[in-house]
């Protein structure tokens, strides 16, 4: 009799502990509609998602235009749990063709270098649970590039960018990104014929960037997505006066994944369209990889 009335005291325990802990899904929220076996970064839009504990991922972007090649890598690094992460960037870039880069004193001697480092902490606002995800991202800018030559800003900044995530069906996902960006004594170059820098102006200069894409889930391991991002700001002109300038960027693409044991990888490809000020300026590829191995024991 004792044995029985433990069992069933267990039993009971055991249902209520896991009704409490297990929260109820609401309607409307991201896992309603299931967890999906593909979750990764857009190409150019910040989604709303943390890496898990034990799991670091290993960005590779490359983009290729006529006008130059320019390649980032990406660490992002969960800091005990996924509601933490670190995450730094770094860039290098290289000149197709100087010429295109023509300015009334000259040109930049050097064709290809590092850009500015980006060191960033994502803290989780809203979950999985939530009517959305939100995830701000919060940047310091390290002015490491070679700002003379035109691959870094020269001077120190900090950015602010918001990522919502929201669920709008079992095979649709949205998001949304909102930033802003100030560079303290961000600095302009004109050059000599010879490629030296002639003179240097230097203003404080700042950015709202707003961006948006549509995911679609094609099937378990395939996306099929398209971004939208602008950049409205200030830059510093030949004359040393800031000016305003706003850079649009449309990117449709496509990314696959596939497990190598712990190891997940996720390829992509995308073809952004640049529009400077209104007008067409460029095309390109994107190219896009993802590895996030599994450090945790298990």
């Known amino acids: 009799m004792?044995?029985?009335?433990?069992?069933?005291?267990?039993t009971t325990y055991t249902i209520f502990s896991t009704a409490q802990t297990s929260p109820v899904l609401k309607s409307g929220s991201y896992l309603y509609y299931g967890q999906p076996y593909l979750e990764d970064n857009s190409m150019l839009i910040d989604e709303a998602f943390n890496q898990e504990a034990g799991i670091i991922q290993h960005i590779s972007n490359m983009v290729v235009s006529d006008k130059m090649l320019n390649y980032s890598y990406t660490q992002e690094i969960p800091l005990v749990s996924h509601k933490h992460q670190l995450s730094f960037t770094f860039s290098y870039a290289w000149l197709k063709n100087t010429g295109q880069y023509t300015r009334p004193a000259g040109i930049p001697a050097s064709t290809s270098g590092f850009g500015d480092i980006m060191l960033s902490y994502h803290p989780l606002i809203a979950g999985k649970h939530n009517w959305a995800l939100i995830v701000p991202r919060i940047t310091i800018i390290f002015p490491t590039g070679n700002a003379p030559s035109g691959f870094g800003n020269g001077g120190w900044g900090s950015q602010l960018n918001v990522a919502v995530t929201k669920r709008l069906s079992k095979k649709i996902t949205a998001h949304t990104n909102t930033g802003y960006t100030y560079i303290i004594h961000a600095d302009h170059y004109l050059y000599e014929r010879n490629g030296t820098p002639a003179s240097r102006y230097e203003k404080n200069i700042a950015s709202v960037n707003l961006g948006a894409s549509l995911v679609w889930l094609a099937h378990k391991k395939m996306h099929l997505l398209t971004e939208y991002i602008l950049?409205?700001?200030?830059?510093i002109g030949d004359d040393g006066h800031l000016i305003n300038d706003q850079l649009m960027t449309v990117n449709p693409g496509i990314r696959y994944a596939f497990d190598v044991g712990k190891v997940q990888i996720v390829p992509g490809a995308g073809i952004p369209v640049n529009f400077s000020n209104g007008a067409f300026e460029s095309a390109g590829t994107f190219f896009y990889l993802s590895v996030e191995p599994c450090y945790a024991m298990r």
């Open 2 to 10: 004792k044995l029985a009335l433990l069992i069933a005291t267990l």
């Open 231 to 235: 950049s409205c700001g200030k830059r």
